[in-house]
């Protein structure tokens, strides 16, 4: 029997070619090295590494994980090395990667995130940014730049003019109107926007009457969010011109075939990881799969394809 | 590290909360070191989603053992399983005990609380291959909660047991058991012990008080085991500062002099 064409797992967003849609997402992947002894990450769409604040940050006390039914409640705190650890140490070991290398900026106040962007913009490995705008903000109150289409555009735009590199704009969930923040994104001069992050939620241990988490409260991610993300990448990727990156509790490549049939042109793998961290490139795999034997020659002909007439 | 996606379980042993698991895994079996761990995935299902860290209590050629207690929903789940089933592991991770040279030939105290024994054992083996001379203490709430007192008697190492309403052996926490012993007979030269948190606070400033160097097995939830989720930290002295160190990956092992233990 003849063996089945390979399919063209390629996408292109435009200011990035990924050789297939399955990028790994940050804050899950830490800075890439630790997954080189499960999978080869030139294998990969492209690689987001965990969240740079410009100076390290300590994070939060334990506990910081609660499992939930099909999830997991995180508050980590972003705790990371800052920036010019992340330059010095980590940045010469991923030099020999040949899959696109996305950075997740982090900020305090809009000045840090600027601040984060210029001192990367020197370096030639960093293929684009993604801007994590769910940052407590300092100087409003804790209140994060993505709950308002208004401080999203001021930071974006601030962003867009300091960014010698393609900017991703990481959406959070915890809005009314997601689709006015994207807007707002997008008209700021954002190149894409992924979605969604951690939505916030907490848990409580009845015993000690005490929160399962130091922080009290913090995100929700796995398999239990998934059709609140793919409902929230629908909507933004039917209103917005510029590519939607999905993401959500994706553990198989049906999870990911999902986004993309509702208009999101590459997908972000993250909690997935934690459990499997073959399951980048697995799900790589089982796209592969799906398309071969639904005879799909190229991945990209079923963006956006949902069918929702009665034939 | 490595994952191995289906050690079969090749012997089982129960008893009433406790679960002695055997597990066929060459490959992680040549690398697996006394205090290390690996990751268990206990169902292909999305929950419980995350996978359970174990220490690994013995090693065979070929095979790996976990021991391990009926904790919650994962641990319960784990404990139905049968021979012949297969689990989906990854180690053998973390940094394990170490053992100096300057043991050769003398004597280190064990300290095990509950289902904290589990490491100890392989520990214990791999300290006689060494020409160390291991004593045991072992301690559970009761008679029930010492299974391993025979596995421990079979190596010949001198055991000592303590349960917390007297059922057997010494009546209390096995960290006064420990201090009993330290203050009657020649101290160890070295203390390995891994249990509940304040057990291991207890038996820490035991040792301290006496200036026996002490390694400490800590527990903690996990989400991966492999450092990429920061979620298991501990508060380490490094140096003039302290900062939230991964258990998974700069652990589980600590020295107990670094540990800052959270306020009382």
Redesign the interface.
């Given at each position: 029997m003849k063996k089945a064409k390979r399919s063209d797992l390629s996408i292109d967003l435009g200011f990035l070619k990924l050789r297939n849609p399955v990028i790994a997402a940050s804050g899950t992947f830490g800075y890439g090295l630790e997954f080189k002894p499960f999978l080869d990450l030139d294998r990969l769409g492209a690689i987001v590494v965990k969240g740079l604040y410009l100076d390290p940050r300590p994070g939060n006390p334990p506990p910081r994980l609660a499992e939930s039914a099909s999830g997991l409640i995180n508050a980590i705190g972003l705790q990371g090395i800052g920036v010019r650890a992340f330059y010095d140490k980590i940045l010469p070991q991923l030099e020999d990667l040949k899959t696109p290398l996305i950075v997740n900026v982090c900020g305090n106040t809009d000045e840090e995130y600027a601040a984060v962007i210029e001192f990367l913009n020197k370096d030639g490995r960093i293929d684009a940014y993604e801007l994590n705008i769910s940052c407590p903000n300092v100087e409003k109150g804790g209140r994060c730049p993505a709950l308002s289409p208004d401080h999203t555009f001021s930071l974006v735009k601030l962003a867009r003019e300091t960014s010698r590199k393609p900017l991703i704009t990481k959406l959070s969930p915890n809005v009314t109107d997601i689709v006015s923040v994207a807007r707002a994104a997008e008209e700021a001069g954002s190149d894409a926007v992924s979605l969604i992050n951690t939505l916030l939620a907490m848990a409580v241990d009845v015993e000690t009457r005490r929160p399962r988490l130091a922080n009290t409260l913090g995100g929700l991610s796995g398999p239990a969010i998934r059709p609140i993300a793919l409902r929230m990448v629908y909507q933004v990727a039917a209103a917005l011109q510029i590519p939607v990156i999905g993401m959500g509790g994706i553990m198989t490549g049906r999870d990911a075939l999902e986004f993309l049939i509702v208009g999101a042109r590459a997908v972000e793998v993250g909690t997935a990881n934690f459990i499997d961290p073959g399951a980048s490139l697995r799900i790589v795999k089982e796209i592969q799969g799906y398309c071969r034997e639904k005879s799909i020659d190229k991945v990209r002909d079923i963006i956006g394809t949902l069918r929702t007439d009665n034939g | 590290?490595?994952?191995d996606p289906a050690a079969s379980i090749i012997r089982k042993k129960s008893w009433d909360d406790y679960v002695l698991l055997v597990l066929r895994s060459p490959r992680i079996a040549r690398r697996a070191r006394p205090g290390q761990f690996l990751m268990v995935?206990v169902s292909d299902r999305?929950?419980?989603?995350?996978?359970r860290p174990l220490s690994i209590h013995a090693r065979e050629r070929d095979t790996i053992e976990i021991f391990f207690t009926r904790a919650g929903l994962g641990t319960d789940i784990l404990a139905e399983k049968k021979t012949g089933d297969t689990l989906d592991i990854?180690g053998p991770l973390g940094k394990g005990f170490s053992i100096s040279r300057g043991l050769h030939g003398k004597t280190v105290g064990l300290v095990g609380g509950g289902r904290g024994i589990a490491p100890l054992y392989f520990l214990a083996k791999e300290l006689r291959a060494k020409c160390v001379r291991p004593r045991v203490f072992y301690g559970g709430k009761t008679e029930n909660d010492v299974p391993l007192l025979q596995k421990f008697a079979r190596l010949k190492i001198g055991v000592f047991v303590s349960t917390d309403d007297g059922s057997a052996g010494f009546s209390g926490f096995v960290s006064a058991m420990l201090e009993k012993e330290l203050d009657r007979a020649a101290p160890p030269a070295q203390i390995y012990a891994c249990g509940p948190d304040p057990m291991m606070r207890r038996v820490a400033e035991a040792a301290a008080a006496r200036r026996i160097p002490a390694q400490l097995s800590l527990e903690?939830?996990?989400?991966?085991g492999?450092?990429?989720?920061?979620?298991?930290?501990?508060?380490i002295r490094r140096g003039e500062t302290a900062?939230?160190v991964k258990i998974c990956e700069e652990g589980p092992v600590f020295e107990a002099s670094e540990i800052i233990w959270?306020e009382k």
């Open positions: - | 590290m490595l994952n995935r999305p929950y419980p989603l995350l996978r990854i903690a939830v996990m989400g991966c492999i450092g990429a989720c920061w979620g298991c930290v501990k508060k900062e939230w959270e």
